[in-house]
């Protein structure tokens, strides 16, 4: 089925087509829609929409939906994301699947509400305190959203870890066409449940993969939730090795599983002399800027990070091994430039293009820029 939709409307369809079935929100500009359109849908599959006093108490029930058995979103933006900080470091620490959709606007406080920026690369990493285990998603197109909500949903609950899904405001509010697949067709992923008797079970012990098995609350195994470094048992621990080998499961089972987690593109980079790192909306004005320069006889290519935590490294270092000069163009003070510089160590330069006044990078300031430098 082929539809033209918005952005913001392909996430909550194809959340709702991954299984989602409890939203918790508080509507802010501009994920507004996504609530919108989960409150109308919702109901109509048995599924659960309530709209919560503000963002904290939103992070806070769909952790409790989750336990609770139900596949659970939340939609935000960034002023919404900075309240569900604290409780994003409780679902990383419980190991609580969870999606929350933010669609970034300009910051900080207030900021800049309607307007585009992709100043919460380094927040959705980052902005809970500790270490801690998160996924992040950042498609650039509407067809994107759409597979990269339901590919995000499938990594939140195979990793049972909170998984942010990264839209700037362009993107969710542009429309494109969309083919829209049969939803039985859809790959989901269902939680695996403990297999032994309540007496054996420990909640928090890990397979191979590190992830353990998920018991739903009301399904007849009883055990204990914490904030707190706990054990296997679930209940908290204040033991050096206990707290090692938890610490290290919770932050290996991302590690060690990178492979499966990364996503990326490489776009006419077979030949390319120079490159430009691009996300989200600015890799759209990437592939409109490598047309024009390529006319010109300058051989350049795109590398796009699908998955940006967590972060493409060994990818983005074996993508530039021929490459002159990486160019980054993006709408805050240099956040992916900051990482380009860390994995790439001095040995290519990074030449970084910012734009923070509320307005996306035009084709034609990134083609002059890039002109400049070569």
């Known amino acids: 089925m082929i539809k033209l939709l918005q952005g913001n409307e392909a996430c909550a369809y194809a959340a709702l087509a991954a299984g989602v079935r409890f939203f918790a929100g508080y509507p802010i500009t501009p994920s507004t829609e996504i609530a919108e359109i989960m409150s109308m849908e919702l109901p109509k599959r048995g599924g659960k929409f309530i709209q919560m006093e503000d963002e904290l108490a939103s992070m806070a029930a769909i952790i409790g939906g989750s336990l609770g058995g139900l596949k659970s979103m939340t939609a935000t933006s960034g002023p919404g994301l900075s309240l569900m ?7 990383s620490i419980t190991e609580t699947p969870t ?65 942010i899904l990264l839209l700037d405001e362009v993107i969710g509010h542009m429309r494109e066409k969309i083919e829209i697949p049969d939803e039985n067709t859809i790959e989901k992923f269902d939680r695996k449940v403990p297999t032994v008797p309540n007496d054996w079970f420990f909640p928090f012990e890990g397979n191979l993969e590190g992830v353990p098995p998920f018991a739903s609350f009301g399904e007849g195994y009883r055990y204990h939730v914490t904030g707190l470094v706990h054990d296997v048992d679930g209940f908290p621990t204040s033991k050096h090795s206990q707290i090692e080998r938890f610490m290290n499961r919770l932050i290996g089972k991302i590690d060690n599983n990178v492979n499966d987690i990364l996503k990326w593109e490489e776009y006419n980079m077979e030949d390319a002399e120079y490159a430009i790192l691009a996300a989200g909306c600015i890799a759209r004005t ?57 994995v790439l160590k001095g040995k290519l330069e990074v030449c970084p293009y910012n734009k923070i006044n509320g307005e996306i990078i035009y084709p034609s300031e990134l083609e002059k820029f890039i002109e400049e430098e070569i």
């Open 85 to 91: 900080q604290e409780n994003i470091g409780y679902a």
């Open 99 to 163: 999606l929350i959709v933010n669609v970034q606007r300009g910051g900080p406080s207030t900021g800049l509400p309607t307007m585009p920026s992709q100043s919460d690369i380094m927040a959705a990493k980052w902005g809970s305190h500790g270490d801690h285990p998160i996924i992040v998603t950042y498609p650039h197109t509407v067809p994107e959203i759409y597979n990269e909500t339901i590919r995000s949903v499938y990594l939140s609950e195979k990793y049972r870890v909170p998984v």
């Open 286 to 342: 990437a592939r409109d800027t490598i047309k024009v320069l390529r006319e010109k006889g300058i051989k350049i290519g795109l590398i796009r990070p699908v998955t940006i935590w967590p972060f493409m490294e060994q990818p983005l270092i074996n993508a530039t091994k021929k490459i002159k000069k990486l160019f980054v163009p993006e709408l805050n003070l240099g956040m992916l430039s900051l990482e380009a510089n860390r």
